[in-house]
């Protein structure tokens, strides 16, 4: 069972930056397939962003395009979000997730398996 360990996040202004990290635990983890989530007060958890096991192919909700990349190192068993452009309706917790063989669509949480610990992600405008 891979375990997610996720950093970064935090406060910035409307228009900057953060890069977000997911850390996992299992040395196999060049077989798991990645997504990003968030989920804002009172709103259910939503897909943001997802690469394949390896990064071949990545996808972004309609939101995010262009503005946030997907990547992954299998060498250090990490996966990043690059969040740049940020507005204030990016607001939210932001989750990772992990999954060997997806059970539905990529951009349904139910399709993962593994989940991170969520981390704190708040635009000022």
């Known amino acids: 069972q891979v375990q997610l360990v996720q950093s970064g996040g935090g406060l910035v202004q409307a228009g900057g930056s953060l890069r977000l990290s997911c850390a996992a635990s299992?040395?196999?983890?060049?077989?798991?397939?990645m997504g990003w989530f968030r989920q804002a007060p009172g709103k259910e958890r939503e897909f943001v962003a997802r690469i394949t096991w390896s990064g071949g192919t990545t996808n972004y909700a309609d939101s995010v395009k262009g503005r946030f990349t997907i990547s992954r190192d299998n060498a250090k068993n990490t996966v990043y979000l690059q969040m740049n452009s940020l507005k204030p309706e990016d607001t939210a917790v932001y989750y990772c997730?992990?999954?060997?063989?997806?059970?539905?669509?990529?951009?349904?949480?139910?399709?993962?398996?593994?989940w991170g610990q969520g981390t704190q992600v708040t635009v000022s405008s």
């Open positions: 997730a992990a999954v060997t063989l997806y059970r539905g669509s990529y951009y349904n949480a139910e399709a993962y398996d593994y």
């Open positions: 299992e040395r196999t983890f060049s077989r798991y397939a």
